[in-house]
């Protein structure tokens, strides 16, 4: 079984949610008859990660995070960063430095470090233009990225060279471009969303990361999926880098009834989105498994 749990389903800058972060669990029975998933990845961890995982180690079924009423850094084995903006790597910081110098592991006497996934140029970005303000030393010499991970780059694209990764054997994680943000062009600035495939079914889910509607780029994955995770901007802004609720309107019912809306303003409550419920699967509920495989 495999399940995804939002940590928030906010925009980047939302109060009433967290930041749309997601903890993805691998489990050969169920959690219902595991206390600890067989493999967890977590896709994105911005500045409101660590909140929202602190709260959702408190959740029932969330207990194998918490460690002496603390985040148990060292149950996410793995994470997957689909770009590099602050409310999706904001929480790394905090991750990687009480990984290695809390958690860390007595046989190698280093800290405990996640595998970490993305794109080649991201993961380079990542700790170029980010995390070595920060991670840049530790005292007395200098570190890098990992110190505080196992990196792992795969290439983002539409059709097949493999996966990027497996988790369990059994489920198949790409990376397809997004197109989010533009420097001159469509996908010339390096973001990712997440395909994920049960082998045994070869049933899919897509997760868009952060993308404008792109119809050509995703539409043809959306169609052949079984679920989709969805960002959405509400407001109508001249040039989104999200996708508009008024463009994913457009979209067939049967594309419409298997997405979640996810990565949403604090304006959800207003009278104008009731319809969501019924046009869409909803808005996306933070801190709920949702099933993605049986
Ligand atoms: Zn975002
Ligand atoms: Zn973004």
């Known amino acids: 079984m495999l399940t995804l749990t939002f940590l928030g389903v906010g925009s980047a800058f939302a109060k009433r949610h967290y930041q749309s972060n997601a903890l993805v669990e691998a489990w050969q029975s169920g959690p219902d008859q595991q206390v600890t998933p067989d493999e967890t990845l977590l896709i994105d961890f911005g500045g409101t990660g660590p909140m929202a995982l602190h709260h959702l180690k408190d959740q029932p079924g969330f207990a194998y995070l918490n460690r002496d009423e603390r985040i148990f850094y060292p149950a996410i084995r793995n994470v997957l960063v689909t770009h590099l903006h602050g409310d999706h790597i904001g929480g790394l910081e905090e991750l990687a430095s009480l990984n290695y110098f809390r958690f860390r592991v007595p046989t190698t006497g280093r800290g405990y470090r996640p595998r970490i996934i993305s794109t080649e140029v991201i993961l380079a970005n990542l700790w170029e233009q ?10 007395p010499r200098r570190a890098s990225l990992s110190d505080y991970f ?4 795969a290439p ?3 059709r097949n060279p493999g996966p990027a990764f497996t988790l369990v054997d059994r489920y198949a994680i790409s990376l397809f471009p997004t197109d989010h943000i533009r420097i001159q062009q469509k996908y010339d600035w390096p973001s990712v969303g997440v395909l994920l495939c049960d082998r045994k ?3 899919t889910v897509v997760f868009s990361g952060d993308t404008r509607f792109d119809p050509d780029g995703i539409g043809s994955l959306i169609a052949s999926a079984s679920q989709v995770f969805h960002d959405v901007q509400l407001e109508p802004f001249p040039e989104p880098v999200h996708a508009l609720w008024s463009e994913l309107r457009t979209l067939p019912t049967e594309s419409r009834r298997k997405m979640f809306l996810y990565h949403y303003g604090d304006e959800w409550r207003d009278p104008a989105f009731e ?3 019924d046009e869409f699967a909803g808005f996306a509920v933070p801190q709920v498994r949702y099933p993605l495989f049986p």
């Open 130 to 139: 980010s995390l070595r303000g920060g991670l840049g030393v530790i005292s």
């Open 150 to 153: 196992q990196p792992h780059a």
């Open 156 to 158: 983002a694209v539409f």
């Open 201 to 203: 079914t070869n049933q």
């Open 275 to 277: 319809s969501v419920a």
